[in-house]
């Protein structure tokens, strides 16, 4: 199995503040990396698909670039909705996995 | 807008059975691989079982491989996995997902405890 290995597991930010979450997979993935947000009690929601695609409906300042093993997100002005965790999947082989999450709140 | 609800989780002794549901809406069930997800208490999210849009194919990750059954109705646009020989270890909330992971559930959780 690809091993996803996420970093950092904790993260404590301003308002404004640029934020980068990393992941980092056991082997070529191409650009088949997603990332999640997901806040305490809800489902998780798709963010970024295939490494760097906006999901729609999601705000422009959430981008995701990477291909092959090494992959971030990054939100370009912290927002105080914007504290939850945050994971990445890979779907490039089977089976999919994850990273093991980064969980972001406000500083 | 699509929705994915869960229901059928809850508290289960070693050994026994239970069966989750996925009711989904909000798009064209039929069209779709569907997937289950699950994340034990402070762990990661793994991926548990995938089925094909019309049921003909599924997939399963090891542990769970000659345990579980994935299926679905496309009738009714829902989802299923039926839990046999359920362990302690797969205690976790269980995410009903669609396709590539686009859409997720709220998710349900199963406890497996005497």
């Known amino acids: 199995d690809i091993q996803m290995t996420q970093s950092p597991s904790f993260l404590s930010a301003s308002v404004g503040d640029r934020v980068t979450i990393n992941c980092k997979a056991s082997q070529n993935i191409n650009r088949y990396l997603n990332w999640y947000q997901q806040k305490l009690g809800e489902a998780p929601k798709l963010l970024i698909y295939n490494a760097n695609s906006l999901q729609t409906g999601i705000p422009s300042r959430f981008s995701g670039s990477g291909s092959g093993t090494d992959f971030t997100l990054t939100i370009s002005s912290l927002q105080p909705e914007d504290v939850a965790t945050y994971f990445c999947?890979?779907?490039?082989?089977?089976?999919?996995?994850f990273g093991a999450g980064t969980k972001l709140e406000l500083k | 807008e699509v929705q994915l609800v869960e229901s059928g989780g809850g508290l289960v002794q070693p050994g026994r059975s239970m069966k989750l549901s996925c009711a989904a809406s909000g798009f064209t069930f039929s069209n779709y691989g569907m997937a289950w997800v699950r994340q034990a208490p402070t762990k990661g999210l793994e991926w548990v079982a995938t089925?094909?849009?019309?049921?003909?194919?599924?997939y399963y990750r090891d542990s769970v491989k000659g345990r579980f059954t994935i299926s679905r109705d496309n009738a009714k646009s829902t989802l299923y996995l039926q839990m046999n020989s359920l362990r302690s270890e797969d205690t976790a909330t269980y995410y009903c997902t669609r396709g590539y992971f686009d859409y997720w559930g709220q998710g349900v959780m199963v406890t497996v405890s005497s």
């Open positions: 999947l890979q779907h490039n082989s089977w089976p999919p996995t």
């Open positions: 089925i094909s849009y019309d049921g003909s194919s599924t």
